[in-house]
Structures are given as structure tokens and as C-alpha cells.
């Protein structure tokens, strides 16, 4: 090492040995003119990411302090690519000599991707390193549906766990269901079912709902956080009665569509309404017994309906005769005939309409 040169003078060197008195000399000659130069400095990759604080550090490193020695060195970043100490932000870091160094930055505002070169200064300019990228943009949370279970017509039991909290964290959680195939928040006839936060990642609601027999509902779990919404799986519930309620013959008749329920046997006629009355079956209580017309409706498909008695017997309407009197239909010929006795037998079919 050589102190004490002049800046801007030519100077020649060649190395020598000295033996017995005898001087030797290298057979090349190198020459060198000193003068300032920039430091070297290079970036690393940024780490310690927060969006939920805004923070970050930076990692550099002084490959050359220049000549003479740098003053400061630190880390310039923007929104936009080649970041300048001039113009953009600066964050000055301590320390002297070569070597990593690092500062922390604050203030990075989620949904940013910032660029950072690392730098360093002296008398002939400032240095830049290579530039590296801080993605501040928001990680969605990831959620899923862990189970949907029916309890009763009214009742209803939803499990879902958050995977993965974002970042920033999520701030709320809960269930969304509906009728529609793919519910989401946006969808207005969407109930939501709002969880609070606890440390557990799994979280549960008991939800309670005046008909979750009659429909089939789809549920999923979501979470939103700063990055928008996460949704989980859809899984459905069904009321198992409803379920084989759907399965029930069916005929149209006068524009409307009828549910046969099973025949319930021969009864008097009194009996008859009471039963269909009373019915109360895959989540509906509004049977009945059918009128003429409707039953008539009805033997007109008989084959697609089914399951009507073989013996050609007949079959109780709804429709009166008279105070001891009421219509039925054979389904052996089709005949209706308005003198049967209330106090007498036949066979009976409950049906719903749907509205």
C-alpha cells in the first residue's frame, strides 16, 4: 500500500529482489495515474416484509469504499424503476468501511411494489447497486369449509378454518349461504353469518334459519382482508325428508305442479281430510286431499305416478256432494261418482301444489 501520490500524475512500476548485494528487476514495467473514483456497492434481496406494519428491511453491501472514501450510504426505493437519491426516497444507513450493511424502512404503504437500489457517495458522485423489488401488494387469506351438517328444519351447523391469515391479516371471517349455486358476498340474496376472531383458527356457528328443510343451500366459509374476499369450498345441506320429497311422482295439471305423497290406505272420508291435513312431510305442511278435477288429473297419469292399488279400488276427492256425501274415482275405469258415503272406504292420495 502506497501513500502520499500525486492525483493526475503518470506513474511506472517494477518489482525487485535484492541478492548478495546484487539488485534484480521484474522485465515488465505496469504504469498507473491516480485519481478519484466512485465506490462499489451492491443489493441484496429485501426481507422482513410487513404489509400489516408497512415495514421492511434493506440489505446491501460495500464492495469498494471509492476514492477518496464514501460519506454516506443507505438505500434509495420508489413505485417507479432506477430510483435516485435526487429525487426519490432515501434512507441513510450507519456505519463505515466495506461490507454488508442494512436499513430498516417504514411507512411502505400496502398494495405499493417499491424498487430499492442500495448506494453510496463520496466526492466523484454516488454509486448505485443493483436494483431489487419490495412487493407490498396484500396477500389474500386463505380459507376452507370444513363441514356443513343439517340438524333439523331450523337448524344448521357451519365449521371453517383460516389457513392462512394474509397479510395484512384478515378482518372478518364467517359463512355466506344461499340458494344459488356459487354464493358470493356480492350476490343479494346471499345470507351472511358473521364469526368473530379468536386466536383459533377454526371457527364454528350454529345458524339457525326458519326452512332449511325446504331448499337445497349451498355454504361456503370466506375471510376478508385488505386483498378483497376469500371464499372456501361450497359444500350443501338438505333435509334428508326434503331430499326424498324430491323424489315423489309428480303430474302437472291446469299449470301448476303437484307432489303425490305414498297411498295412506282406505279410510273414511272425514279421516281422509284430516290426514292430508295434517300431513306434514319434506318440510311442508300445506298437503291436501286433491279435488275431483285434480284427482281425476291424477288417474289420467297414473301410470307415470304410480304405486295406486291394483284391486281397482276408489279413491276419496276433496269435493262434497253433499253433508253425508262426497266425490271418488275408480282408477280400475276412471268413472267418478258423486254417491259416495262419507262413512264409507277408499283409498287416499295426498298431494301438494306448488305455488
Known sequence: TVSGLTKGKTYYVRAYAINAGKEAYSTNEVSFTPSD??????????????????????????????????????????????????????????????GEFVANATELVVGNTYYVRAYATNTQGTAYGEEKVADFKAIA????????????????YFIGKITN?????????????????????????????????????????????????NHLWYIRAYAIS???????????????????????????????????????????WSQAMSACNGLSYGGYDDWYLPNKEELNAMYQKKSSIGGFSSSGAYYWSSTEYSSGNAWGQSFY???????????????????????
Open 141 to 156: 387469506p386463505e380459507v376452507t369449509t370444513v363441514s356443513v351438517e343439517f340438524k333439523s328444519n331450523t337448524s344448521a
Open 37 to 98: 473514483a466512485l465506490p462499489q456497492v451492491s443489493t441484496q434481496a429485501v426481507t422482513n416484509i410487513s404489509r400489516t406494519t408497512g415495514k421492511a428491511t434493506f440489505n446491501g453491501t460495500i464492495v469498494d469504499e471509492g476514492e477518496p472514501n464514501y460519506t454516506e450510504r443507505g438505500f434509495v426505493y420508489a413505485t417507479t424503476h432506477n430510483p435516485m437519491v435526487d429525487s426519490d426516497t432515501k434512507v441513510v444507513a450507519s456505519g463505515k468501511g466495506r
Open 226 to 268: 385488505s386483498a378483497g374476499v376469500s371464499y372456501g369450498e361450497i359444500k350443501t345441506i338438505q333435509d334428508p325428508e326434503y331430499a326424498e320429497y324430491l323424489k315423489l311422482p309428480t303430474f302437472d295439471f291446469a299449470g301448476y305442479l303437484y307432489h303425490v305423497y305414498p297411498d295412506m290406505g282406505a279410510m273414511t
Open 333 to 355: 275405469d276412471g268413472s267418478q261418482y258423486y254417491g259416495f258415503s262419507k262413512s264409507n272406504t277408499c283409498r287416499v292420495r295426498c298431494v301438494r301444489r306448488e305455488n
Open 165 to 213: 391469515v394474509g397479510d395484512p391479516e384478515y378482518t372478518e371471517r364467517g359463512f355466506i349461504y344461499a340458494k344459488i349455486q356459487n354464493p358470493t358476498l356480492d350476490d343479494a340474496s346471499v345470507t351472511k353469518v358473521i364469526v368473530a376472531k379468536t386466536s383459533s383458527a377454526q371457527f364454528e356457528k350454529q345458524v339457525t334459519n326458519a326452512n332449511w328443510g
